[in-house]
C-alpha cells in the first residue's frame, strides 16, 4: 500500500484528525490519501487540506467517515476547487526552478492555498470567485510549453465506490 501524505497542511490544528480515502475508485488502485480534517460536533469532520488525489473532495468540505476511518461521503460541499498541477522533470533544471519560483510567487500574489507534493506537484485551493487569471495563465504557459499536466479536481465527483 502506498500513502500520499500532507506534510505541510493548510488547517493544520494543533490535533487535526487523520482519516483516509482510498483512491481505487479514481484508478489509483494500491494507494491511500492521509486527509487532514478538524472534527465538527454534529459528527461530520472538516477537510483542513488540499487534496493531492483524491477527487471531488476541497479544503472545507465536511465528510463523513467509516468506522475504519475512511472517508465515505461528502457531507456538505464547502464550493471550494482544487487546481492541480503536476510539472515534468526536465534536463534544464534551471528553467524548472524559474517555473516553480514564478508559481509559488503568483499563487501568493493571488492570495491562495497551496500545497506541494515534493518539488513538481502542486495542488491549489480555489475558493469560490476568487481571481486567479494571473496563476492560471502561468499553469497553461507550463501546460504548452513544458509538458505539465494540470486538471481540476473536481471534475469526477467523490464516490468510495467505482461506477
Given at each position: 500500500?502506498?500513502?500520499?501524505?500532507?506534510?505541510?497542511?493548510?488547517?493544520?490544528?494543533?490535533?487535526?484528525?487523520?482519516?483516509?480515502?482510498?483512491?481505487?475508485?479514481?484508478?489509483?488502485?494500491?494507494?491511500?490519501?492521509?486527509?487532514?480534517?478538524?472534527?465538527?460536533?454534529?459528527?461530520?469532520?472538516?477537510?483542513?487540506?488540499?487534496?493531492f488525489?483524491?477527487?471531488?473532495?476541497?479544503?472545507?468540505?465536511?465528510?463523513?467517515?467509516?468506522?475504519?476511518?475512511?472517508?465515505?461521503?461528502?457531507?456538505?460541499?464547502?464550493?471550494?476547487?482544487?487546481?492541480?498541477?503536476?510539472?515534468?522533470?526536465?534536463?534544464?533544471?534551471?528553467?524548472?526552478?524559474?517555473?516553480?519560483?514564478?508559481?509559488?510567487?503568483?499563487?501568493?500574489?493571488?492570495?491562495?492555498?497551496?500545497?506541494?507534493?515534493?518539488e513538481?506537484?502542486?495542488?491549489?485551493?480555489?475558493?469560490?470567485?476568487?481571481?486567479?487569471?494571473?496563476?492560471?495563465?502561468?499553469?497553461?504557459?507550463?501546460?504548452?510549453?513544458?509538458?505539465?499536466?494540470?486538471?481540476?479536481a473536481?471534475?469526477?465527483?467523490?464516490?468510495?465506490?467505482?461506477?
Amino acid at each position: 500500500m502506498q500513502y500520499i501524505v500532507h506534510d505541510d497542511p493548510v488547517g493544520r490544528a494543533e490535533s487535526n484528525y487523520i482519516a483516509q480515502a482510498d483512491l481505487a475508485p479514481f484508478d489509483l488502485d494500491g494507494q491511500i490519501e492521509q486527509l487532514c480534517l478538524l472534527p465538527e460536533e454534529d459528527g461530520t469532520y472538516v477537510v483542513a487540506c488540499i487534496p493531492f488525489m483524491t477527487y471531488g473532495l476541497a479544503l472545507g468540505d465536511r465528510v463523513r467517515l467509516s468506522p475504519a476511518a475512511r472517508v465515505v461521503e461528502v457531507a456538505r460541499a464547502s464550493g471550494h476547487r482544487v487546481l492541480r498541477t503536476l510539472l515534468m522533470p526536465s534536463t534544464d533544471a534551471e528553467r524548472l526552478g524559474r517555473s516553480i519560483s514564478l508559481i509559488k510567487d503568483s499563487i501568493k500574489e493571488s492570495g491562495l492555498l497551496s500545497e506541494w507534493l515534493g518539488e513538481h506537484f502542486v495542488a491549489v485551493d480555489v475558493p469560490p470567485g476568487s481571481g486567479m487569471s494571473p496563476l492560471f495563465a502561468l499553469l497553461q504557459r507550463e501546460v504548452d510549453e513544458a509538458g505539465a499536466f494540470r486538471e481540476w479536481a473536481d471534475a469526477i465527483p467523490f464516490s468510495t465506490t467505482r461506477s
